[in-house]
C-alpha cells in the first residue's frame, strides 16, 4: 500500500471503487453498533455487584456518629470527602461530595457563577454583556454544552502534546471578560494528552485579568490508566494554592467509571474558602445528596490504593479494545497516510485526525453503514471542527468482536471520504 | 385553670414566679432535643432496610431491556415513572424522575426561569425587574429561602382552612410580575390544611397575566397520612389540563418521607410539554440521576397500594407522637387561651399560633432550656412573622420519652413568653 497523496487519479478511481464496494458490502451487513459515548461496557459494570452487599444492618449505615440515612451533611460525609482526598491528593475539607453527575457539579458553579456571581465575582455573570471562556480543542462536547447554553462565548485554545496552548491562554486572560477555562487534564477527551508539569505551572501561576477566572477543572480519568501502571499527577488544588491562586480552580471527579455511571457518586474539590461559599448556596437548592450511596462507595472503595486494583480490572477489559482500534487503524489507515490519531495510555477515547474536510462525510457514511459515532464536529465548541478533521473513536461499549466489526467500517469510511475528496478537487 | 387573659395582674405575677420556677427547672436538666426539622425517627428508617436486599444479580439490574446501571435515560425509568404516576394520579409520560432531593427539582425550575425562561416565558427572568412570587403563610422556609435566593420579592397569602385565600391570590395575578406561587396542596407545611375542591378548581382556572405564571406544587405529603385512612387527593396535573392550563403547574414529590430522608428518589410532574422543555434544559446538566436507586424504588415500593401499607407501618409510630403532642397542648395550654393550633391527619408538623408577640421569645425560652425548634418567624418570607405568632413543632425526630420532656419546655415557653408579654402591658 502507499499513501493516497502519491497516488495517480486513476489508482485513486480504481481504490474508490474498490472501497465503495466494500462499503456496500459492510452496508449490507446490517450492524447496529453505538460507539458514540464513552459507556462502560457490560464486563466492567458486572465488575462491581458485590458493591451492594458492603451495607447490610441498620448499624451499617453509621459513618462516625453519622446516620447517613437521615437529612443533613450537605458537603457529604466524612469517609467519602476522604476517599476523595486520597485520590485526588488534597485535603479532605477541600472536598465537597455531590450525587451521580460530576457534570451536574460543573453545570453548578457555571450556573450559579451566572445568577450569584462566584467567590470573587464582582457581580453575577447575567449581568455582564461578552462573557467568554477558553475551549481546549479538540475538547469534551458536554462542556461546550454548559457553556453555550448560558451564552458564553468560547474561544478555542488549540492542544499540544503538553496540554493547552499556554501562549494562546496566557494572551486570552488579558481580557477581563475572559471567565474562566474547560480542562481534562489528566487523559484529555478525546486526545488522551497529560498535562505536563511546565502547563501546569504555568496555568497556577496565571495573573488573569478577571478576579474571578475559574479553571473548570474536569479530573475525570484521574485513576483511568488502561495500559500500564498508575501515572501520579500533581494535585491542582495544591498547586494553586502554593502559586497564589487558591481560589482559582475547581476541581470535579466522579466514580462513573470506577463503579457505575448510572449511580456512583462524585465530587467538587475547591479551595476551603471556595467549598464555604459554594455550600452555601447548594443549601438553598438540596439538603444533601445521596448519602448512603457515599457511605456504600466509601466502604467498597476504601481508599486510593485499592481503588487502583480495580482500575487494573477496568484496564484488563478495556486495554484490549484499545489495542483492537490501534491494530486497525495501523494496518489499514496508517499506510495511506489519510490520518493520524493518538495513542492514549488512559482515558476512554482514541482522538482520529482525518484528512481534512473528511471527518462529518467519515462519520455520516459510518452511520449509513449502522455504526453510530459522535458527531464530526462535537469536540469542538459549537459543534464546529474548523479542519473538518477530528474524529472521537470511543471503543469502551462493544464487545471485542462487535468492535471489529466497527473498526471495518470505520475505517472503510475514512478511506472512502478520502478517496471522494482526493477525486473531487 | 382560667385563661390567662381574665386573671388579676397580680394572679399573673404569682403564675409567673412559678412557671419561672419551672422553667429554672427544666433548664437544670441539661436537655439536647432537637426538633427543628421534619426528620424520621429512626425507627422509621429502620423500617425499609429490605429496600436494599431487592436487587442481587446483574439480571436484577435490567427495566426492561435498559440497564440501569449505564448512563442514560435521563428523564427516569420507565418503572420509576409508573410507580410516581400511580401514586400521583397523572400518567407515566408526565413524569420526570430525579434525585434524592425534590428541592433540587424545585430549585431547577426557579433557577432556569431565571437564566433560560420556561416554556411560555418571553424572557428568561433575570432580564426582567420585580419579579414577585405568592406565598401562601405560614410555610415552608425552604422555598422562599429558593425565591428569596433569586431576589425575587415574596408576597403573603393568607391560608384558610381551605388552603390559601384566592380572593387575594386572584387579585394578586392581575400583575404580570407576579410569576408563580408555592404551594403545598395536602397536609400543607405547617398547618397541615389539605386544599379543598373549591380551591383546587379556582386555582386551575386562574388567568395570570403572566404567560407563564407557574404553581410550584410541592405535593410532598401526598400519601402521609399518621391518623385514619389514606385521603384521596385529585391529581393536579390533570385539573390544570382540564382548566385549559396545562401548562401552569410544576407538581414534585419524593420518597424522602417513604423510604428514607438522604437516599429517595424524588419526581416532578408536569404536562409532557413542559416536560419536555424542561428535559431539553436538563440534558446539559446531567445525563440521569441514579437509575440503581430509581429501580430500587419502584421494586420495593412497587405501586400506591403497596406503599401505602409501607405507610401505615410509618403512621404507627407517627401517630403517638403527634397524639403526644396534642395531648400536651389540649391539657397545659388550651385552659389559659394562650394559643391555638391545627389537629392535622397528616404530614410532618403542628403549627402553633401562639399570643401575638410571644413566639419568638418563646423559641428562644425553649433554645435556653435545650430544646432547639424551627426558628420563630421560619414560616413566613424573609423570616418574617408580623404577628410573631407562629411556630413550628416537628414531633417525628424523638422518641416519644424525649418528645414528652420537649413539651413539658414547649408549654413551659409558652406560658412564660405569653406571662411576660400581658406583664409588660
Redesign the interface.
Known amino acids: 500500500m502507499t499513501a493516497y497523496t502519491t497516488r495517480t487519479k486513476d489508482e485513486l478511481q480504481t481504490e474508490e471503487r474498490a472501497v465503495r464496494a466494500k462499503f456496500e458490502e459492510l452496508k449490507a451487513r446490517g450492524l447496529k453498533l453505538d460507539m458514540s ?1 464513552g ?2 461496557g ?1 464486563a466492567q ?2 465488575l462491581v ?1 458485590d458493591m ?1 452487599d458492603v ?4 448499624e451499617d ?1 453509621l459513618d462516625g456518629k453519622l ?6 451533611e450537605l458537603s457529604g460525609i466524612p469517609s467519602a470527602k476522604a476517599l476523595f482526598a486520597d485520590i485526588l491528593g488534597c485535603r479532605p475539607a477541600e472536598v465537597f461530595v455531590g ?3 460530576s ?2 457539579l460543573m ?1 453548578g458553579v457555571i ?1 450559579k457563577a ?3 456571581g462566584l467567590l470573587h465575582s464582582e457581580k453575577p455573570w ?1 449581568k455582564l454583556e461578552g462573557i467568554k471562556f477558553l475551549c481546549p480543542v479538540p475538547g469534551y462536547d ?1 462542556h461546550f ?2 457553556t453555550q ?2 451564552g458564553v462565548e468560547m474561544i478555542p485554545i488549540p492542544m499540544t502534546a503538553e496540554g493547552p496552548d499556554m501562549d494562546a491562554v496566557e494572551a486570552a486572560i488579558a481580557d477581563p471578560l475572559v471567565k474562566g477555562m474547560w480542562c481534562v487534564p489528566k487523559y484529555s477527551n478525546p486526545d488522551g494528552i497529560v498535562y505536563s508539569e511546565k502547563t501546569l505551572a504555568r496555568l497556577t501561576h496565571m495573573k488573569p485579568a478577571a478576579a474571578d477566572f475559574t479553571l473548570m477543572w474536569d479530573n475525570a480519568y484521574s485513576v483511568h490508566e488502561f495500559c500500564g501502571d498508575y501515572v501520579p499527577f500533581p494535585d491542582i488544588i495544591s498547586l494553586c494554592r502554593e502559586a497564589g491562586n487558591p481560589d482559582m480552580v475547581y476541581e470535579f471527579a466522579s466514580t ?1 467509571k470506577i463503579t ?4 456512583g457518586i462524585s465530587a467538587m474539590a475547591a479551595s476551603e474558602a471556595n467549598i464555604a461559599y459554594m455550600t452555601k ?1 447548594l443549601s ?10 457515599q457511605l456504600r462507595h466509601a466502604r467498597y472503595l476504601k481508599d486510593k490504593a485499592h481503588t487502583l486494583t480495580l482500575m487494573k480490572k477496568h484496564a484488563a477489559i478495556l486495554g484490549p479494545k484499545f489495542q483492537t482500534v490501534l491494530n486497525a487503524l495501523d494496518k489499514e489507515i496508517a499506510p495511506l497516510g489519510i490520518a493520524s490519531w493518538q495513542r492514549p495510555m488512559g482515558g476512554y477515547f482514541v482522538s482520529v485526525n482525518a484528512l481534512p474536510g473528511t471527518a462529518k462525510r467519515a462519520v455520516a457514511l459510518c452511520k449509513e453503514a449502522g455504526v453510530v459515532m459522535t458527531g464530526a464536529g462535537a469536540t469542538f465548541p459549537y459543534g464546529k471542527d474548523p479542519a473538518d478533521s477530528n474524529i472521537r473513536i470511543a471503543p469502551s461499549l462493544p464487545p471485542i468482536n462487535e468492535l471489529e466489526a466497527a473498526l471495518e467500517v470505520i475505517c472503510t469510511c475514512l478511506k472512502l471520504a478520502a478517496l471522494e475528496k482526493l477525486l473531487a478537487k
Chains 1, 2 share one sequence.
Request: charged share 20%.
Open positions: 459515548r459507556k462502560p457490560k459494570l458486572d455487584m451492594f451495607l447490610k444492618t441498620p449505615y446516620d447517613v440515612r437521615n437529612y443533613g450525587g451521580n453527575a457534570l451536574n453545570y450556573s451566572h445568577t450569584h447575567s458536554r454544552a454548559v447554553s448560558f462513573s457505575l455511571p448510572g449511580a448556596l438553598i437548592e438540596i439538603i444533601s445528596y445521596d448519602k448512603v450511596n
